[in-house]
């Protein structure tokens, strides 16, 4: 008998022993759209069909933002670095790659807001406009656009757009940075910068940079 077909029903008992020789790649598209079935919902029930956000209830834009950014925050939600009472479950149900599947899907949707030239501000002098574009020096608060970017639009994969994203979603992540609900930057420099702020000054410049928007 030829050895090698002696061979084939080890060869078969071996593969069945390993089904995840035949698993499919997770489908960033369809974890966006319709969950993973194994407790992450769809996405974009919250951040949007083409995940541009949600203004009114305050979510972030994800299009266009980094794939490096997405997949670091999603995995601070899964650890708890990052709290949310909504994005830690569905974020613990990812696996790491449904993970970086879904954050190579956002970060390939287009972004208007992160295109064209830098919109031109309607107010440069009011005081978020001025924590925005040149810091408060004096209490070691540097410029936004000095780490986010000169017009805001980031600089991945550390640092994130900010321009355009709503105004309650800006003001929650500084009042969590403040607070040290969030604790995932690095080298803890969010934490430093923002615990300098009152409350009213984080209120202007989620404002203003809420408004700047490329549209």
């Given at each position: ?6 061979r ?19 489908d ?7 969950g ?16 541009q ?24 939600f ?67 656009f ?70």
């Amino acid at each position: 008998m030829n050895k090698n077909l002696t061979r084939i029903p080890l060869l078969l008992l071996a593969l069945s022993a390993s089904p995840w020789l035949f698993a499919a790649s997770p489908d960033g598209q369809t974890i966006a759209t319709q969950g993973n079935g194994k407790g992450a919902t769809a996405c974009i029930a919250c951040h949007g069909q083409q995940g541009q956000g949600n203004a009114d209830a305050g979510y972030p834009y994800l299009a266009g933002l980094s794939a490096d950014y997405l997949r670091n925050q999603l995995t601070a939600f899964s650890s708890g670095s990052r709290k949310n009472a909504v994005m830690q479950p569905i974020a613990g149900s990812l696996s790491k790659q449904d993970i970086a599947a879904v954050a190579e899907y956002f970060s390939g949707l287009p972004n208007d807001r992160l295109k064209g030239s830098a919109a031109t501000p309607s107010d440069v002098s009011g005081k978020g406009a001025v924590l925005a574009r040149n810091g408060k020096w004096a209490a070691g608060v540097p410029a936004c656009f000095r780490c986010h970017g000169a017009d805001g639009r980031g600089v991945a994969p550390h640092f994130p757009p900010v321009v355009g994203q709503p105004e309650a979603y800006i003001r929650n992540q500084l009042v969590a940075w403040q607070t040290g609900a969030r604790s995932n930057d690095p080298l803890g420099l969010m934490q430093s910068v923002v615990k300098s702020l009152s409350r009213d000054e984080i209120d202007a410049v989620a404002r203003y940079l809420a408004a700047q928007s490329e549209k």
